[in-house]
């Protein structure tokens, strides 16, 4: 098995091994992954944190050592917070990145991918925080736009919103909304819910299609056009600026 990291800002991960093919999702720069199937021009990878697969170009990642990938995977990881930033080499070169990626090995400002070392200066998520801190985070993707398969505040999905949200404050969600709606623990009502909690919606199929974060109130955050706040109720989400529902409340789980 070889492995891989990301060594640039925000790379493509796409259903077939083409630049026109659909993007899945995206790497963050730092993110390790097994590499699966190496072709010429593209590698199929499966990430270390959620296990999702897809195809990335070989020009936008660093291959590591099998002991290097085991080590990032034993240690507790460590994310930039701050929306947009930058890493510096040992060259002086500048690196852009954006909130969650990964610093692997990060001490006193300095981190590591592979052999190449970095150095970042500003403020980071690093451990488990309370589920209060959920919101705060939440709130830092507000007025994202939407993006299919995006993962950062220039562009996200609204399962990569709720991934997102959680893995900064120390907790692992899957990738899709029906993925995610396997985890946790169903409740029965509304009212049962604290801030923090998921509600899922379906499709006339009974597919799950959709994700958000419960707030106070009666209120969800959730990725629709953008990262907004709507109203909650036992029907679904209630737009204020459609005046009607978009979407029909499947069931809401309480992940911690």
Known sequence: MLYGICNISIVPLRLEESDKSEMISQVLFGEHFE????????????????????????????????????????????????????????????????IGSQLPFFTEGKLRLGSNKYRYDNSVFHGISSKSDLLKTAFTYLNAPFLWGGKTPFGIDCSGFTQMVYKLCGYQLLRDAKQQATQGEVLSFIEESEPGDLAFFDNEEGEIIHVGIILNDYHIIHAHGKVRIDSLDHSGIFNSDLQKHTHKLRVIKKII
């Open 35 to 98: 590499i699966i199937e190496k072709q010429k021009s593209w590698t199929k990878i499966r990430l270390a944190f959620d296990k999702f697969e897809g195809f990335i170009d070989n020009k936008q990642y660093l291959e590591i050592t099998e002991e290097n990938y085991i080590q990032i995977n034993n240690k507790t990881i460590t994310y930039a917070a701050e929306i947009v930033d930058f890493v510096t080499d040992e060259q002086n070169e500048l690196t852009t990145i954006a």
